[in-house]
């Protein structure tokens, strides 16, 4: 199973030539730049650096479009806001070699799921067209949600696959908090791509779904590694509180098991 485990996270710019050598070091080969507030990266130079260090220790790279996001809002400036972020991000993406740009699609207010569906399915028909006008090599990956109010089901996701041709993130602690289980045929029947882009980490949850990321325990990793299918292409990035240090629980487990 070709697997590669990675934090959400690259530290300081000024530092990243060393983070990502300790990143190699360590075994990783994957990070994730979470623009969780606004995108950070405005020069071109500075995406250059990134870039750079990126290849020279073989660490890939996805993004995180800021979390302000709704594509389903009943105010037309909020959505248009947010195809800005979201394009905002990708155009950062393409100037870092970042092939995925994953985002949270929005919540469903006042709106039927099926109206909730072809609003957000339409937008990301609209961000395409705009990525390939601008021609950035970057997909759209919209991310499986943790709370049942929020849009972004695993069924959701997978049907926006089809209809728009994106990509997708499968965040597998957000499923088990929206499911309170991870049925994983129904998964794979879900998404039978043979690249997976996935979040992971240990989450605190309730009936409404998710409260919190957690560490991620060993016993997490092991559950994890064991029920992943073995013929996919797959990418984990992880979102806990110390994510550097729960890669390093997960890569020893891969290590061991091999």
């Known amino acids: 199973m070709p697997i590669k485990i990675g934090p959400a ?22 990070a994730e730049i979470p623009f969780t507030y606004g995108v950070y990266i405005r020069k071109t130079e500075d995406a250059l650096k990134v870039k750079t260090a990126s290849e020279k220790f073989g660490i890939s790279l996805s993004v995180h479009a800021p979390y302000w996001i ?46 909730s569906y072809k609003n957000i399915r339409d937008k990301i028909i609209e961000m395409n067209m705009e ?33 728009t041709n994106c990509s997708f993130c499968l965040d597998f602690a957000h499923i088990l908090a929206r499911d309170k289980k991870i049925e994983w045929k129904k998964i794979e029947k879900l998404f039978p791509q043979k690249n997976w882009h996935c979040h992971f980490s240990g989450i605190e ?14 016993k997490y990793w092991k559950y994890i590694l064991e029920n992943l299918p073995k013929d996919k292409k797959i990418t984990i990035i992880n979102e806990s509180p110390s994510p550097v240090r729960d890669c390093i629980e997960g890569l020893k487990i891969i290590n061991v098991s091999l």
């Open 205 to 218: 949850y309730n009936e409404k779904g998710e409260k919190r990321h957690t560490r991620t325990k060993p």
């Open 9 to 30: 996270g690259i530290g300081p710019l000024k530092e990243v030539e060393k983070t990502f050598e300790e990143y190699m070091n360590l075994g990783i080969k994957s």
């Open 70 to 115: 709704n594509l389903n809002s009943e105010e037309k400036e909020k959505v248009e806001a947010s195809k800005k972020r979201i394009l905002g991000s990708c155009k950062i993406a393409d100037w870092l070699t970042a092939e995925k740009v994953v985002f949270h699609c929005g919540f469903f207010g006042k709106k039927s799921k099926e109206e």
């Open 131 to 163: 990525i390939i006008k601008k021609k950035w090599k970057v997909k759209l990956a919209p991310e499986t949600m943790g709370k049942v109010n929020i849009f972004g089901s695993a069924e959701e996701i997978s049907k926006l696959i089809r209809d």
